[in-house]
Each structure stands twice: as structure tokens, then as C-alpha cells.
């Protein structure tokens, strides 16, 4: 038997509680969840059920209340902003349902904006050929279309070269059609370079593209299983 890979996320008792007193929320609930490196994970639930806290203590947005989480190699419970910021500038790339692109810049100029804060960053003109847009690189956001924009945004993601991808809602923003070459695209890059992925979505059937998918209600896990007979993204219909 093949052995497990070994993790890139560990997370014990990990709880994120927001306010204080009566008018406390606990938006994770002492979940534990380990993920080997190189899988394609989709978080799902539905709106408030602690899928979206749980990225952005995994990216170092933000800090655990209690329990303990470690992301290649980087324990977040304890790392002070400084370790955080560097944690997000060379090992988590960000792609989100608003495109968060700086309209003043190019596309190129976006990409390379992002490049210039990881300490081995890809080529920006090759990730702008991996994600087809080598021909619009000179195009302003407003010049582009929504797909076109996301792409953008994984360009971005991508071109830092790091280890962990984390994509909140990518084709929240974007009609049928577009959305499924978005993940196409994605599922493609996931494979050909071998990133760890999480994606956070309250769609199902996106989950029949993942490797495993872990499933959330009221700030706990309440399902954590692999995906039997995964599908390509083409082949997704919702």
C-alpha cells in the first residue's frame, strides 16, 4: 500500500469565537481536520456555517481563539503578524469571489504587483500564458470580462508559487458557463503543478471535483470524506 502523503494543514480542537459575553459567536467549534499535501479540497455549507472563517485562518487573515493549526510547517496559532504576513506572501495564494483587482494597473501589472512580494515567484508572462490571457495582458480590468478577470486572479494566485491555493466562492460572481472554465482552469493547474487546493463553495456539485470534500454545519465538520470516481470539471452541471 502507497503511503499517505504527509499533511500540509493540521488543525486540533482549532475554534474562532467573535465577540465576547452574551453577544458571542463561535464561528468554528473544536474541529480537527488534517489534509496531505497535493489534494484538491472543497469546503461546502451552506452561508455562516464557518467555511469562510476557516480560510482565512488557514491564509493568516486571521487568528484562532483557541486550538492549534499548522500550515506547512507554520504553526498560526502562535505566530506573531510579522511571521503571518511572510506566511501569506510565500506559501498561500488568494483567489476570491470579487476579483480584488487594482483597476489602475494591467492585467500584466496586477500579476506582477503580486510577484513582487514572493521571494520565488513564477514568470508573470508564463502564468498569463497558463491562463490564457498572454493576448490581453495590456487590458485594464474594465476592459475585461468577468471570466477574463478571474483568470486574472488566478494568475496572481499562482505566480507567488505557492504551496497552498485557497479559493473563496471563484465562480460566485460568474454565470454557468464561465464559472465551469474557471474551474476547469483551476482543476487543470491543481493537477499540472500540484498545489494544494481549498475551495469554499455552498454548491455540491463542485465537490464532485475534489479529491475530498469536508462538509460544515454551525461551525463544526460534520462530514469528511473522499470523492469516489472524481469528474472534470466539464462534466459538472448545475
Known amino acids: 500500500m502507497t503511503p499517505a502523503p504527509p499533511a500540509i494543514l493540521e488543525a486540533r480542537g482549532l475554534t474562532r469565537v467573535f465577540g465576547a459575553g452574551e453577544a458571542a459567536v463561535t464561528a468554528l467549534d473544536r474541529i480537527d481536520l488534517s489534509i496531505p499535501r497535493g489534494e484538491l479540497v472543497v469546503l461546502l455549507g451552506p452561508s455562516g456555517c464557518g467555511k469562510s472563517t476557516l480560510l482565512n485562518l488557514v491564509g493568516g487573515l486571521d487568528v484562532p481563539t483557541s486550538g492549534r493549526l499548522i500550515c506547512d510547517g507554520v504553526d498560526l496559532s502562535t505566530a506573531d503578524e510579522a511571521e503571518r504576513t511572510r506566511y501569506r506572501c510565500d506559501r498561500i495564494g488568494f483567489v476570491f469571489q470579487f476579483f480584488n483587482l487594482v483597476p489602475t494597473l494591467t492585467a500584466r501589472e496586477n500579476v506582477a504587483l503580486a510577484a513582487s512580494l514572493s521571494e520565488a ?9 497558463a491562463v490564457g490571457l498572454a493576448e490581453r495582458a495590456r487590458h485594464f480590468p474594465g476592459e475585461l470580462s468577468g471570466g477574463e478577470q478571474q483568470r486574472v486572479a488566478l494568475a496572481r494566485a499562482l505566480v507567488k508559487n505557492p504551496p497552498i491555493l485557497l479559493c473563496d466562492e471563484p465562480t460566485g460572481e460568474l454565470d454557468f458557463e464561465t464559472g465551469r472554465t474557471v474551474l476547469s482552469l483551476l482543476h487543470r493547474i491543481h493537477h499540472e503543478q500540484g498545489q ?10 463542485i465537490g464532485r471535483m475534489a479529491d475530498r470534500v469536508v462538509r460544515l454545519r454551525n461551525g463544526r465538520i460534520v462530514e469528511d470524506a473522499r470523492v469516489e470516481d472524481p469528474v472534470a470539471p466539464e462534466a459538472l452541471e448545475w
Do not use: I, K, M, Y
Not at 196 to 205: D, I, P, Q
Open 121 to 129: 515567484p513564477r514568470s508573470v508572462d508564463e502564468v498569463l500564458h
Open 196 to 205: 494544494t487546493v481549498l475551495l469554499v463553495t455552498h454548491n455540491a456539485t
